[in-house]
T-cell receptor, first 112, second 114 residues
Framework: DTGVSQDPRHKITKRGQNVTFRCDPISEHNRLYWYRQTLGQGPEFLTYFQNEAQLEKSRLLSDRFSAERPKGSFSTLEIQRTEQGDSAMYLC??????????FGQGTRLTVV | DQQVKQNSPSLSVQEGRISILNCDYTNSMFDYFLWYKKYPAEGPTFLISISSIKDKNEDGRFTVFLNKSAKHLSLHIVPSQPGDSAVYFCAAIGIIQGAQKLVFGQGTRLTINP
């Protein structure tokens, strides 16, 4: 399977715990994006990398959120001190150029 | 500030008929538009796109129309099939606050009835 893969698919955590999600983009894609989607809404932009450089961060990304793409390949998104409002589907996408972005299956986070 | 709007949260169409999903945008800097399809518990799947220099793009049963003067695009699916039942997102790419962004609408849930 050469598509975008995300791990885990589902995560249930207690409020206050830290969580980390991983995204493996399509191998030749140099752009990688993180989005968040809540029920009834379209995906909301969180952050974007070109190779290993984080070029853009949404104001939705509070200080508790951090994303890395250390070698310009896979990326991680960490949420510290999770809150119930963090419950959402976290989507990763990659693209070669800023045209079609291909999405992974997403990680469904539930904070209890 | 919703820059890409899908004003119909849901649409129900008879199998075999045409489904028309609509999308409006406000930012004239958008220059590339995409439609994604999403099943529950999965990520969005790219369907079809159109550049702002075109007014129509067709791929099999799917056709996207762009009316730049009205800042409106639509996705036509004909004939509609039960497997088309999903949430459809319109998205636009352009320069927003100095950086290129991919901005999504809220989605329209399409239900195809047998």
């Amino acid at each position: 399977d050469t598509g975008v893969s995300q791990d885990p698919r589902h995560k249930i955590t207690k409020r206050g715990q830290n969580v980390t999600f991983r995204c493996d983009p399509i191998s030749e894609h140099n752009r990688l994006y993180w989005y968040r989607q809540t029920l009834g809404q379209g995906p909301e932009f969180l952050t974007y990398f070109q190779n290993e450089a984080q070029l853009e961060k949404s104001r939705l990304l509070s200080d508790r959120f951090s994303a890395e793409r250390p070698k310009g390949s896979f990326s991680t998104l960490e949420i510290q001190r999770t809150e119930q409002g963090d419950s959402a589907m976290y989507l990763c996408a990659s693209s070669l150029q800023f045209t079609e972005a291909f999405f992974g299956q997403g990680t469904r986070l539930t904070v209890v | 500030d919703q820059q890409v709007k899908q004003n119909s949260p849901s649409l129900s169409v008879q199998e075999g008929r045409i489904s028309i999903l609509n999308c409006d945008y406000t930012n004239s800097m958008f220059d590339y538009f995409l439609w994604y399809k999403k099943y529950p518990a999965e990520g969005p799947t790219f369907l079809i796109s159109i550049s702002s220099i075109k007014d129509k793009n067709e791929d099999g049963r799917f056709t996207v129309f762009l009316n730049k003067s009205a800042k409106h695009l639509s996705l036509h699916i004909v004939p509609s099939q039960p497997g088309d039942s999903a949430v459809y997102f319109c998205a636009a790419i352009g320069i927003i606050q100095g950086a290129q962004k991919l901005v999504f609408g809220q989605g329209t849930r399409l239900t195809i009835n047998p």
